[in-house]
């Protein structure tokens, strides 16, 4: 099991709960969708710190554009990669080795699966369309007023909006996690 001590006894249930509690909670008070997304799954799974800072802080929307993709996707991604995504070793500076797009191949499909989470719970994948689901407009949190009008309609205060998106985001790593076997949950 490759969860934190503290985090070792819990069901399956409660290590999903506890993850994306701790989603809403970091964006709640930190921001950084991406960043946030990763800290919740740090604080479970316990990686390395530097996953967290790499996790593109700067990434609400793309460094608040509100243009690209979700920064939780983003993040999540991240973390997904860290356990599935290809190694350094499989990589060539000289050549094509067919053999090493296996495991390039594979964690496209891992990271697939969380995208059609998103596009089953939100429609898209993209900040402004979840945006647009969840606010009934995008903001461009960049332009003068936006990340203001965003913060009152509820961008860092209502538990529905951004922030369920940042919970639910690291709630479906660990779903993912739990699946392909990386966590292994005291029972479920």
């Known amino acids: 099991m490759k969860v934190r001590e503290s985090y070792r006894t819990c069901t399956g249930r409660e290590l999903l709960e506890k993850t994306y509690e701790s989603g809403v909670n970091y964006e709640k008070h930190s921001g950084s969708c991406s ?13 390395e710190d530097i996953l967290v800072k790499a996790a593109t802080s700067s990434c609400g929307g793309q460094a608040s554009c509100a243009t690209g993709t979700c920064g939780g ?7 997904l990669d860290y356990y ?24 496209m499909e891992i990271a697939r699966l ?8 939100y429609g898209s994948i993209l900040c402004p369309e979840i945006q ?8 461009r949190l960049n332009e003068p ?15 529905s909006k951004c922030m369920s998106v940042v919970g639910n985001s690291a709630r479906w790593v660990m779903e993912i996690l739990i699946e392909k ?3 292994t949950p005291s029972k479920m």
């Open 132 to 139: 647009r689901n969840l606010y009934g407009r995008a903001f």
């Open 84 to 107: 599935f995504g290809r190694p350094l070793d499989k990589l060539s500076l000289k050549e094509k080795v067919p053999a090493n797009m296996g495991a390039l191949s594979n964690a």
């Open 73 to 79: 996707v983003i993040g999540a991604t991240m973390v």
């Open 35 to 47: 960043q946030c997304t990763v800290a919740a799954l740090h604080e479970v799974l316990g990686f």
């Open 145 to 159: 007023g936006e990340f203001k009008a965003f913060e009152e309609a509820g961008g860092h205060t209502d538990p």
């Open 114 to 121: 969380l995208c059609q989470k998103y596009l089953k719970e």
């Open 181 to 183: 076997g990386i966590v």
